[in-house]
């Protein structure tokens, strides 16, 4: 453990939480892609399954379910409780076009051809294109509320931190897993349009848009 | 033992 990677692990669960929290104090979910939020579901019940089988730290342990629970959570919110405010019109990526091609991949190229490591190679190749129905659902819609920016701006640091991390692992413990690394670039890449729009507009105070 | 035996990361 090092400080970048803490960072973005506590990046990660601020996004998490401020999604929650959007979602539960507006009792709404617009502008919310509830299918990013099955892939993330998709991502950590995939990932987490050693859970069961080996145990790294008390930390580890937590972050996991937590991660976890407030991602089902989150579903719930959407596709249940908030569901009328759910704006499934605008949701229309086609995230099995993901799904599909991803698991084919994981099967083809991961470190041992094993189940859960294929699962694993599965969720990481998957996590690093889940957000994309989210960005598309915002393209589509041309806005994004401001809290969602910020949801956006600590999940797509989280995996910036996570490279940082990779290097900082690289040099002190000779340690690096390709796999993660490349999947992580991508998807710190698929941010980098909605970072320069974060920095330029929303941290200025005013509302998200994107051109058309 | 190989370094992707254990992820430890999240």
């Known amino acids: ?212 | 033992c190989s370094e992707y035996d254990s992820h430890d990361e999240l």
């Not at chain 1, 790294?56 to 407030?70: D, E, G, P, Q, W």
Request: aromatic share 18%.
């Open chain 1, 1 to 212: 453990m090092n400080i970048f990677r803490l960072a973005g692990d506590i990046s990660h669960l601020l996004a998490i939480f401020i999604l929650l929290i959007k979602i539960w104090r507006s009792r709404s979910c617009a502008g919310i892609s509830g299918k990013s939020q099955v892939l993330f579901g998709m991502v950590f019940l995939t990932r987490y399954l050693d859970l069961f089988t080996s145990f790294i730290s008390v930390y580890n342990t937590v972050m996991k379910v937590i991660f976890i629970l407030a991602t089902l959570v989150t579903i719930y919110l959407v596709f249940f409780k908030f569901r009328a405010t759910y704006d499934s019109n605008n949701d229309t990526f086609r995230a099995e076009l993901l799904v599909i091609p991803i698991a084919g991949l994981a099967v083809l190229v991961n470190h041992e051809f094993s189940l859960f490591e294929i699962l694993w190679t599965f969720s990481i190749y998957l996590e690093s294109v889940s957000i994309m129905p989210q960005l598309y659902m915002i393209s589509k819609t041309g806005e994004a509320e401001t809290i969602t920016s910020h949801y956006l701006f600590a999940l797509g640091l989280y995996r910036g931190l996570y490279i940082v991390n990779w290097v900082w692992r690289y040099y002190t413990e000779q340690f690096y897993d390709w796999i993660a690394i490349v999947a992580g670039v991508v998807q710190t890449l698929l941010y980098c349009d909605f970072f320069y729009l974060y920095i330029t507009k929303v941290i200025k105070g005013k509302e998200m848009s994107l051109p058309a």
